[in-house]
């Protein structure tokens, strides 16, 4: 049974930063296109970065640009997603993202794009 397991999340002040990491476990492929998305309170869950498999494509949304990098470890399905420059509107719940397919580049912020699903990390940007 394929399974995601993401590291902790925590509390962070504005303007620091903080490293998520996703990896797959339970599983006999070697390659997955993998996403991290976010739920703030009270709101749907929102695309954050996303990197496809095969080419390592990466794709950011538009909130986190220039702030946030998604990166991969090739061949041990884990990926990562580096946040700086930190803000209290970033506070959400991320959800690390899997599937074996390699989604076209237009259709890798939709949920609908994965399969798996980890249980999400709390990250909390406060002073």
């Known amino acids: 049974q394929v399974q995601l397991v993401e590291s902790a999340g925590g509390l962070v002040q504005p303007g620091g930063s903080l490293k998520l990491s996703c990896a797959v476990s339970?599983?006999?492929?070697?390659?997955?296109?993998m996403a991290w998305f976010r739920q703030p309170p009270g709101t749907e869950r929102e695309f954050v970065a996303a990197?496809?498999?095969?080419?390592?494509?990466?794709l950011h949304g538009d909130s986190v640009k220039g702030r946030f990098t998604i990166s991969r470890e090739r061949g041990k399905n884990t990926v990562y997603l580096q946040m700086n420059s930190l803000k209290p509107e970033d506070t959400a719940v991320y959800y690390c993202?899997?599937?074996?397919?390699?989604?076209?580049?237009?259709?890798?912020?939709?949920?609908?794009?994965?399969?798996?699903w980890g249980q999400g990390t709390q990250v909390t940007v406060s002073s």
């Open positions: 993202a899997a599937t074996t397919k390699n989604p076209i580049f237009s259709y890798m912020p939709d949920k609908g794009a994965y399969d798996y």
């Open positions: 339970g599983s006999t492929s070697n390659s997955y296109s």
């Open positions: 990197i496809r498999r095969g080419d390592g494509k990466t």
